[in-house]
């Protein structure tokens, strides 16, 4: 296989980081085209439509699907017989800067130290490549392929999650109880529903988190397994609905990623009560 050069890999970074911020996935249209056939309300069908619209006019015009761009989330998963070119990670961060740019991106990156940072006392970077991604995500893949998933991460759903030790007392349906009541809890204070439920199961916080990234990374609303889809309908039997004006759909589907687990009285669980846009989310894949 052929080396990439950094240019190369830059510009296939800033190319998915717009795929990922302007488009709609395939198995996103249709169960939104199932959820507008499936709902009752008028007025919730005429928010599902528009959000609908909304993505169509986006990928058309690349456009972003929403004023808050998001955070650059990068989930790199490498093949056990790759030798990455030098650089290569260099060349990631310099693709999600070009990527930002020409989105264009919402300029909030922060200026300053540590503190004004915390405080925003210095004001914001005009630059949308300023904005740095959350800390990379690393996996090993057998064979030789490197395969690069940007997710951009709004701020919204970030307030509305959650994450926390739940005594299991050795029994799923404690564990199925505790996500739906923060599911329901997390949706109806969201606004921009309907939602995408992200659940990471594991032995720390820390774990848990990231789990909960790369169930939305996999995830496809169009397989869910038993437990994903009995806490998308416990979520959808709240009829909050689209916007929180009522219907059917709140949730659009659930996500879920178990970790290895410990002996322990407790599991760590976090939640991520996604967007009407999420995933927003593509994938690269260099054979090297």
């Known amino acids: 296989m052929r080396q990439f050069t950094v240019e190369e890999i830059s510009k296939a970074v800033a190319d998915i980081l717009i795929k990922a911020s302007v488009s709609f996935r395939e198995d996103q249209i249709k169960v939104y085209r199932a959820a507008i056939g499936a709902e009752e309300d008028s007025n919730a069908k005429w928010v599902l439509k528009n959000i609908l619209a909304n993505a169509e006019a986006g990928e058309k015009g690349k456009l972003p699907l929403c004023d ?21 990670f260099a060349a990631i961060d310099e693709g999600i800067a070009q990527g930002l740019r020409a989105l264009p991106g919402r300029p909030m990156a922060v200026k300053g130290n540590d503190i004004q940072r915390i405080c925003q006392s210095e004001g914001l970077y005009d630059d ?22 940007v997710l951009m991460y709004g701020g919204g759903p970030e307030i509305r999650g959650k994450t926390q030790r739940v005594f299991h007392k050795h029994s799923l349906d404690v564990i199925k109880c505790e996500m739906i ?50 806490i998308t309908d416990e979520v959808n039997k709240s009829n909050v609905g689209p916007l929180g004006i009522g219907g059917k759909t709140t949730a659009l589907g659930t996500f879920i990623k178990v ?24 994938t690269y894949t260099w054979n090297l």
């Not at 808050?68 to 070119?85: K, N, Q």
């Not at 904005?131 to 395969?147: D, H, I, N, S, Y």
């Not at 410990?262 to 989310?281: E, H, N, Q, T």
């Open 128 to 149: 949308p490549g300023m904005l740095m991604p959350a800390p990379l995500q690393l996996r090993r893949l057998p064979g030789k392929q490197v395969k690069l998933t």
């Open 181 to 230: 009541d923060w599911a329901r809890e997390g949706s109806k204070l969201l606004g921009c529903l309907p939602c995408v439920l992200a659940f990471g199961i594991g032995r720390s916080n820390v774990e848990a988190a990231s789990l909960s990234l790369e169930a939305m990374k996999d995830g496809d609303f169009q397989h869910q397994n038993q437990l994903e889809q009995e």
């Open 259 to 282: 970790g290895p687990q410990r002996a322990s009285g407790v599991r760590i669980i976090s939640l991520r009560v996604g967007c009407c846009f999420d995933p927003r989310k593509a």
């Open 68 to 88: 808050d761009t998001g955070i650059p989330h990068v989930f790199l998963e490498i093949g056990d017989e790759v030798e990455l070119p030098a650089g290569f």
